[in-house]
């Protein structure tokens, strides 16, 4: 059993960045890959980036590549994404979410966070 919390959303501007965290309990946090997904309002949830259980595997949605940063610390049980660069496109609700498989997909992760809002004003 793994619960995830997320934190670090806010209001910024274009262009400005934001760190998210996600905060993870139980002691199996690194065998999990690790993902974060995004949701803005009317449509469907997306994926931004995931990493591996080690974090030396990433990889990226097209939208994001080259502007945000997933990373994960195993011993703080805790997984990041670093924002930079960020458009008014990128406004949704984040969310982290850990499973078993190295994946893109919703439907691999077992385990979610509640989400934090981003807000990017133009």
């Known amino acids: 059993q793994v619960e995830l919390v997320e934190s670090g959303g806010g209001l910024v501007q274009a262009g400005d960045s934001l760190r998210l965290s996600c905060a993870a309990s139980?002691?199996?946090?690194?065998?999990?890959?690790m993902v974060w997904f995004r949701q803005a309002p009317g449509k469907e949830r997306e994926f931004v980036a995931v990493?591996?259980?080690?974090?030396?595997?990433?990889y990226y949605a097209d939208s994001v590549k080259g502007r945000f940063t997933i990373s994960r610390d195993n011993a703080k049980n805790r997984v990041y994404l670093q924002m930079n660069s960020l458009k008014p496109e990128d406004t949704a609700v984040y969310y982290c979410?850990?499973?078993?498989?190295?994946?893109?997909?919703?439907?691999?992760?077992?385990?979610w966070g509640q989400g934090t809002q981003v807000t990017v004003s133009s």
């Open positions: 990493a591996d259980w080690s974090g030396h595997s990433t």
């Open positions: 139980g002691r199996t946090f690194s065998r999990y890959a």
């Open positions: 979410a850990a499973g078993p498989n190295y994946s893109v997909s919703t439907k691999e992760y077992q385990y």
